[in-house]
């Protein structure tokens, strides 16, 4: 059946529901019941007034449309149409929105609801310090007894590996030890994260934790650009087989998730629930494409295929291929600079397409998910199934609405010429039964400056099919900190998919009463649980004069 069949199939649907007479009796729904998606915002990917004017019931007003709906038991959300006055009774649950200038799309929230989704807050960077205390002895536990009392079920937080293995083999998790104890007096589970890479020098970052020395001082294994720069906040993944004082990369990865799992032993998969796996930059499993002491949001960013071990593995695929004249990366003549735009550039306007843009792509992709896969493959080892494991994939949203992808190439997910990226990194997370975590769940597509082609929506979605099709738990977060209903009810619309959400980041600013009232409503309803009526009109969706009170909405889906 066609595309448009089904849609025509789902109008009539609509059109049936829109036709019963409102039953006299029914009440109406509190106003929490209702999201709203926002002023320009239609529901689903079509545009219902092109595909079925008849479909359209008059009203005198959204508060009437909303009142038609709640009378109908197989209505689960309205669009209505300002100008026209047209209201379109939603007969399934509204999964997708897009911009429509003038209407406003809500989804009517199902009472009956009770999936209960787990709530984690994200610590402070900083949180153990270098001298290995913890860094506010006396604020932190006061910020946790804050966060009791909304309700979260435990806190994750970076365990570095700058900070835990100063010398070879040699490890020290005591203040994470005193750490972990504060969530287990106060009956919390722990989302820990491996993390390979540095701390410093991405949005949001307020510590400097670089590497072990013994790496950090070697050359020739790290990520390098077509300028030739090195970027050294995590180790290349062409070096995984690199021997670095007697040890590959892949060897000290495994030797620390080893020696993590022997000193806490005890607690996994009672304590501490999931071991995140850094496997790149910010902890997630990419290149480091948006290197921000270049870039600037909405550049496309670069390859990072220009270090020794990258151009030798490139020179032998090709050769393999029998074109040998492949062997190089793409260069910036054709790619274009960090912050170059896709339609500025020959490669992401028809290069890609090319029998050679294919074939790199191919290559440059399949590399990243060989070592996302040796990776969870060590996290499994070590922990021999008595934790769950996770990795994270990055929330790359601008110039997901163009043909190229171009940022999420460049990042390394081949998301074009009709490759699915997420469901092949999916594939590779469910081989070693990792869950996949994604970020930037806050974001709305009516927040993104248009001309980036942005689509945080649409690629939350498409991650979370990925998910789905390959059975395994999707964890989600948001990319910016913000502490506004608009965001809370952005990342509550996903909550059927999610096995867990982890919420960035725990400050003094999070703990205020107005902040911490609304973050525990969210809490509630992310439990299924009824919230407090404590917050219910205290704030309302931001609008453009206040965005920033809620921050930088265009900024990348950044965190560590």
């Known amino acids: 059946m066609s595309s448009r069949m089904l849609l025509l199939g789902t109008l009539a649907l609509v059109l049936a529901v829109a036709a019963e007479p409102v039953s006299a009796s029914s009440a109406a729904f509190p106003a929490e019941a209702w999201k709203s998606f926002g002023t320009g915002s239609g529901c689903g990917k079509a545009v219902a007034a092109d595909t079925a004017p008849s479909a359209r019931s008059s009203t005198a007003s959204l508060e009437e449309c909303k009142r038609l709906c709640e009378g109908r038991a197989a209505c689960h959300g ?56 913890i860094t506010d002895p006396t604020g932190l536990p006061q910020m946790l007894d804050a966060m009791k009392q909304a309700g979260v079920d435990g806190f994750m937080v970076d365990v570095w590996w700058g900070l835990t293995e100063a010398s070879p083999k040699v490890y020290n998790f005591s203040a994470y030890r005193q750490l972990f104890e504060m969530a287990r007096v106060r009956g919390w589970k722990v989302q820990a994260v491996a993390s390979f890479h540095q701390c410093g020098g991405n949005v949001g970052d307020n510590c400097n934790i670089p590497l072990p020395d013994f790496v950090r001082s070697v050359d020739g294994i790290w990520y390098k650009d077509a300028q030739g720069e090195e970027d050294r906040e995590y180790i290349s993944l062409f070096a995984d087989h690199v021997y670095v004082g007697g040890r ?229 977060e948001n990319a910016l900190q913000r502490y506004d209903r608009w965001a809370y009810e952005q990342m509550e619309s996903y909550k059927d998919h999610l096995s867990a959400l982890t919420y960035l980041r725990l400050n003094s600013q999070l703990t205020e009463s107005g902040n911490l009232a609304l973050f525990r409503d969210f809490v509630s309803n992310l439990h299924g649980t009824s919230p407090s009526a404590a917050s219910v009109s205290e704030v309302g969706n931001p609008s453009a004069a206040s965005v920033s009170e809620v921050g930088d909405k265009t900024t990348p889906a950044l965190r560590r």
């Not at 399934?92 to 709530?119: F, K, M, W």
Request: hydrophobic residues 35%; glycine residues 8%; proline residues 4%.
């Open 78 to 133: 309205v669009e209505f149409e300002v100008s026209s006055r047209s209201c379109f009774l939603q007969a399934q649950q509204v999964r997708y929105t897009r911009i429509a200038p003038g209407s406003e799309c809500l989804s009517l929230r199902n009472a009956d609801d009770n999936h209960n989704v787990e709530v984690f807050v994200m610590l402070p960077l900083d949180t153990v310090s270098s001298q290995q205390t």
């Open 248 to 476: 590959t990369p892949l060897d000290m990865y495994r030797d620390w998730l080893d020696a993590f799992a022997a000193e806490f032993s005890d607690d996994l998969g009672s304590l501490i629930e999931e071991v995140m796996v850094g496997m790149g930059p910010c902890g997630e499993l990419r290149y480091p494409s948006y290197r921000l002491s270049h870039w600037q949001f909405c550049g496309h960013g670069q390859f990072q295929a220009f270090d020794g071990h990258a151009l030798e593995n490139l020179q032998a695929a090709a050769a393999s291929a029998q074109h040998p004249e492949w062997g190089a990366p793409p260069g910036l003549a054709i790619t274009g600079t960090y912050n170059s735009r896709p339609h500025e550039t020959e490669f992401f306007t028809s290069g890609f397409k090319s029998d050679y843009g294919k074939f790199f792509m191919e290559w440059y992709s399949s590399a990243l998910k060989v070592h996302g896969r040796r990776v969870l493959a060590s996290a499994k080892s070590a922990l021999q199934g008595k934790a769950n494991i996770s990795g994270k994939v990055a929330g790359i949203h601008w110039w997901y609405d163009s043909d190229s992808h171009a940022a999420e190439v460049t990042a390394g997910y081949y998301n074009t010429n009709l490759r699915d990226a997420y469901d092949e990194l999916a594939q590779v997370f469910a081989e070693q039964g990792a869950a996949l975590d994604f970020t930037c769940l806050e974001m709305r597509n009516t927040e993104q400056p248009q001309d980036c082609h942005s689509n945080p929506e649409g690629l939350v979605q498409q991650t979370m099919r990925a998910a789905e099709a390959h059975g395994i738990h999707y964890g989600g």
